[in-house]
């Protein structure tokens, strides 16, 4: 009887701690660590395992009524790498699609902002790269998205190189009247989460694991699913839904579409980040990637500039891919 009485408190308890997560910013809060490689522990709410799927299984067939004009691609950056990181996505990739990219940041640049034909946003968020100011860019991010009316929103991070042609190709192979969520994984494995007990000397104990793909990658959120966050997300949500589970903004997104909304994420093995061993990228199969990142010692092997005048390869890169354009050595 004693048994059966502690199973039954139990599933009470579940059940209430499930319910206190649909409204988010209720009274209860359940705290998680997230075991990731490289990052610093942080505190999580409970979640469930879902399997992530491949495009190689899924998409909805060729939909070549999908354009360039019907993506709004977003880039978030910072005032502190207005004059480092976005001068080498300005003189590549973002000449293929200056009308469809928003740099989302926080600092006016009048010369950016005139560079970029007024696409340059100041979000008023915080410049630090705490969780908090990186949701807050996200969710003006998303709120810009639905504005545009566009079909399709893809997030980038500064440090990417995005091969436009192949991105517009991959998401003529869905459909963005139905609910799709396009990303990549940061490792092979879902995050685990624990829930971590009032007692600091018991042991934290498993709760499950989350998918989510990492923003410094790329993340596609079709148009349909977009519409269906509006009300957990949009207007400032989004950052309330940030704060009130300590998640950062590219976990929170997963948790949001994959948990609360019930979307599996499709893995788009093309999308690459600095997470990577970019040096390992083979030269033959770049034409074939969508997205591409770099840090410290951290580049692509792509012939092309000096690696002084090009530190991030993103010149090469584009050259190698586009040798068209008039700067490309001959």
């Not at 950056?77 to 469809?100: C, D, G, M, V």
């Not at 908090?132 to 893809?154: I, M, P």
């Not at 997300?233 to 940030?242: E, H, L």
């Amino acid at each position: 009887m004693g048994t059966l009485r502690m199973f039954k408190a139990a599933v009470v308890l579940i059940t209430l701690g499930y319910c206190s997560l649909l409204v988010y910013q209720g009274s209860v809060n359940f705290n998680f660590i997230e075991s990731r490689p490289g990052s610093v522990q942080a505190a999580f709410t409970l979640t469930t395992s879902e399997p992530v799927t491949d495009t190689k299984l899924q998409g909805s067939g060729q939909n070549k009524n999908i354009t360039l004009d019907d993506i709004f691609i977003s880039v978030k950056t910072s005032k502190h790498f207005h004059q480092t990181r976005l001068p080498h996505i300005l003189n590549s990739w973002y000449l293929l699609a200056k009308e469809q990219t928003w740099f989302f940041t926080d600092g006016d640049n009048d010369t950016l902002k005139k560079l970029t034909n007024g696409h340059l946003i100041n979000t008023n968020c915080s410049d630090t790269h705490q969780r908090a100011h990186l949701c807050c860019k996200t969710s003006v991010e998303y709120d810009w998205f639905l504005q545009s009316g566009k079909k399709w929103w893809c997030h980038f991070d500064d440090d990417n190189y995005v091969n436009v042609p192949r991105l517009l190709t991959k998401l003529q192979e869905f459909d963005p009247q139905e609910d799709w969520y396009l990303g990549r994984i940061s490792v092979d494995k879902p995050v685990t989460l624990f829930i971590l007990p009032k007692e600091t000397k018991k042991k934290p104990s498993l709760k499950g694991s989350l998918w989510f793909g990492t923003f410094g990658a790329g993340v596609c959120i079709s148009k349909s699913l977009a519409l269906k966050m509006v009300p957990l997300a949009s207007g400032g949500k989004f950052i309330s839904m940030c704060n009130s589970i300590k998640l950062p903004d590219d976990i929170t997104m997963g948790y949001l579409i994959s948990h609360l909304l019930g979307v599996n994420m499709v893995v788009v093995r093309e999308f690459h980040s600095h997470l990577e061993q970019m040096k390992l990228l083979p030269l033959k199969i770049l034409r074939d990637q969508i997205s591409f990142g770099y840090s410290t010692n951290n580049v692509l092997n792509v012939p092309g500039f000096d690696e002084t005048y090009d530190p991030t390869r993103f010149l090469s890169l584009h050259c190698f891919l586009y040798p068209h354009f008039e700067f490309c050595p001959r």
